[in-house]
């Protein structure tokens, strides 16, 4: 069993900046890629960052430039910060991570539960 666990996200104004983690527990053997996705209201869930285990980075292109992905591969975490927030940011913030359990099993997407981005203007 696998959890993933965000943390982070709330209230900002527009130019301010947060910043996401999201650690995941449970039974791991490896973390492949991670990643942050989000979902605003009446919209399909987007892919904002991803980092490869070995830490090579993409973005959308509505982040590039403003927002930043890391992990801490140690303590099993993936984080985002945000800066210059805009009001468009505004999203449930979900962090997904591809793991194996053991080592001849199959690498797996787990979900967090997402955690609410609202930029106000």
């Known amino acids: 069993q696998v959890h993933l666990v965000e943390s982070g996200g709330g209230l900002a104004q527009a130019g301010g900046s947060l910043r996401l983690s999201c650690v995941a527990s449970?039974?791991?053997?490896?973390?492949?890629?991670m990643g942050w996705y989000r979902q605003a209201p009446g919209k399909q869930r987007e892919l904002v960052a991803g980092?490869?285990?070995?830490?090579?980075?993409n973005y959308a292109d509505s982040v590039k430039g403003r927002f930043t992905i890391s992990r801490d591969n140690a303590k099993n975490t993936v984080y985002l910060q945000m800066n210059s927030l805009k009001p468009e940011d505004t999203a449930v913030y979900y962090c997904c991570a591809h793991i194996t359990s053991g080592h001849y099993d199959n690498t797996t997407p787990y979900w967090g539960e997402g955690a609410q981005v609202t930029v106000s203007s």
């Open positions: 449970g039974t791991i053997f490896s973390i492949n890629a």
């Open positions: 980092i490869t285990s070995g830490g090579s980075t």
